[in-house]
């Protein structure tokens, strides 16, 4: 037989149909999955491996319980290692869930003559997110704060995401009993638009397995915040173009919204704090506000945190002018802003990944309060109030 005959004889090799589209599109998508859930788990061991602890561990601890009176606390008794990329802090509590240093002795609801009790309200930055005990803001101020005659205790209500209402509902309904002689609370963000009153939000958070849940939480923000691909991949962002300062990024769960608020308004807010704090409190205690700026307004690259365009001057000028007003009616607001935006020129005051103060921070914000609160206490001490 020839070799055209052969060559005739061969089969002839079918070509094949190219896949469709759709088919395409499918197989692109699940590489994709599959690309992504493999980049997801290995940024989680890596943060692990890093850390020794996993990635959704720097926000959700547990280390809460419910409580009848305030909705949740802190666990009594706590003993916890909070360990993230940015710090390592340890967390104690006593048996009605007060942080404490886990030296001192059970806080009594009964006060001698002897003792001054400074009463700190407000959330996590009052708490001390972060840092150990001694590090503090609100136990460094206590530690260094002088009365003649009297030992200083400090009662730190501080709880991390619970809301000034929470905490006004305790005071009226149990913490009056106490009869702290100095109310410190701690005013966050915007000073205009601070909650005056212990009227509870219609959606409650809730305690599960010792984690804090909010109500409105969806699972995309769930996701979100679980996401070690996010995680990583925020912090590329803010390294690459986040300097500029003027585009959003992730982290805007962690910043409350504000709204602008008239000077009337303001001080309508602040006046109606004190009323209600001295009508739940017969002893009618001194109340001192302590402004907590915002990181951004500190250190303006943080801004890629938020979800809108922020002008960081005007949240400045906001901020000392809200200051000045309230203490031109003799409403006492202890205002750090200046000071930690000189002092964040060396080193940082607030965390990258965390919007909470660094051990520096702490230590600033102390050394800034504690004169001022000394002269405030020294002066109505020696008027007898």
């Not at 001694?134 to 009297?150: M, S, T």
Request: charged fraction near 25%; charge should be positive.
């Amino acid at each position: 037989m020839s070799s055209d005959s052969i060559k005739r004889a061969a089969p002839t090799k079918l070509k094949e149909p190219p896949l469709s589209r759709g088919k395409r599109l499918l197989f692109f998508s699940v590489l994709a999955l599959l690309l992504l859930l493999f980049a997801e788990a290995s940024l989680h061991l890596f943060y692990r491996a890093s850390v020794g602890r996993w990635l959704w561990e720097w926000w959700a601890v547990p280390i809460y319980e419910a409580d009848p009176v305030r909705v949740y606390r802190l666990k009594s008794n706590l003993d916890y290692v909070h360990r993230t990329r940015e710090f390592t802090a340890r967390y104690r509590t006593d048996a009605l869930g007060l942080r404490t240093d886990g030296l001192a002795p059970p806080l009594t609801m009964a006060k001698s003559n002897d003792v001054f009790r400074v009463l700190a309200l407000g959330p996590s930055f009052t708490f001390g997110w972060g840092v150990d005990y001694e590090d503090a803001f609100i136990h460094q101020i206590a530690r260094g704060l002088r009365v003649p005659g009297k030992r200083v205790e400090l009662i730190n209500l501080g709880t991390p995401s619970q809301s000034i209402p929470f905490q006004l509902k305790w005071l009226r309904e149990t913490g009056h009993l106490y009869q702290p002689d100095l109310i410190l609370q701690t005013a966050y963000g915007d000073l205009g638009s601070m909650e005056c009153d212990d009227v509870l939000p219609l959606s409650l958070p809730y305690v599960k397995d010792g984690y804090l849940h909010m109500q409105e939480e969806t699972w995309l923000k769930k996701a979100r915040l679980r996401s070690a691909t996010l995680f990583y991949g925020w912090h590329v962002y803010h390294s690459a173009i986040g300097a500029r300062g003027d585009s959003a990024g992730d982290g805007r769960e962690l910043y409350r919204k504000e709204t602008a608020a008239t000077d009337a308004a303001a001080l309508d807010r602040f006046r109606k704090y004190i009323s209600f704090v001295h009508n739940a409190t017969p002893n009618k205690p001194t109340v001192v506000f302590l402004n907590i700026p915002l990181a951004y307004t500190v250190r303006p690259t943080d801004r890629s945190r938020v979800s809108r365009p922020v002008d960081v001057n005007e949240a400045r000028v906001h901020a000392a002018h809200i200051t000045a007003l309230l203490q031109s009616q003799g409403i006492i607001v202890i205002n750090p802003l200046e000071t930690l935006l000189e002092k964040d020129k060396a080193v940082r005051m607030y965390n990258l990944y965390d919007i909470h103060f660094t051990r520096e921070g702490n230590k600033v914000t102390a050394e800034y309060a504690l004169p001022r609160l000394q002269e405030i206490v020294s002066r109505r001490q020696s008027a007898g109030k």
